[in-house]
């Protein structure tokens, strides 16, 4: 069977950031359609951007494990900055948690 995937740009909501010692990382929460099925919150949109250089590089990561892909990522990007004093996958996480969060209507 094939999958057919599309990341819904719309549906990115709150952001959440962290400031590290030469880059300011972003993320952002949204929704994937697989096969015309809506998965909430399976989408990780992620920034980094450096001070020094005045850079930015962006991903976006989807599925069950888009948390420790996007960590993954983040170590390279940061040259290990992002994993410093235990900010990495733990910070990421409750990032994420947070975004999904903020992005609710009220009544919900």
């Not at 300011?24 to 020094?52: M, T």
């Not at 960590?71 to 975004?99: A, I």
Request: aromatic fraction near 10%.
């Amino acid at each position: 069977m094939s999958f057919v995937t599309r990341i819904i740009p719309e549906s990115f909501g709150a952001e959440g950031r962290l400031i590290l010692a030469d880059a300011i990382v972003s993320v952002r929460i949204g929704d994937v359609e697989q096969n015309g099925v809506l998965h909430r919150e399976q989408a990780l949109k992620v920034n980094v951007s450096f001070k020094s250089e005045n850079t930015a590089y962006n991903c976006v990561f989807k599925g069950s494990d888009m948390i420790e892909q996007a960590s993954e990522w983040l170590l390279l990007k940061t040259e290990g900055e992002f994993n410093f004093q235990n900010v990495g996958p733990v910070w990421l996480e409750r990032m994420v948690f947070y975004s999904s969060v903020d992005s609710q209507p009220e009544n919900e």
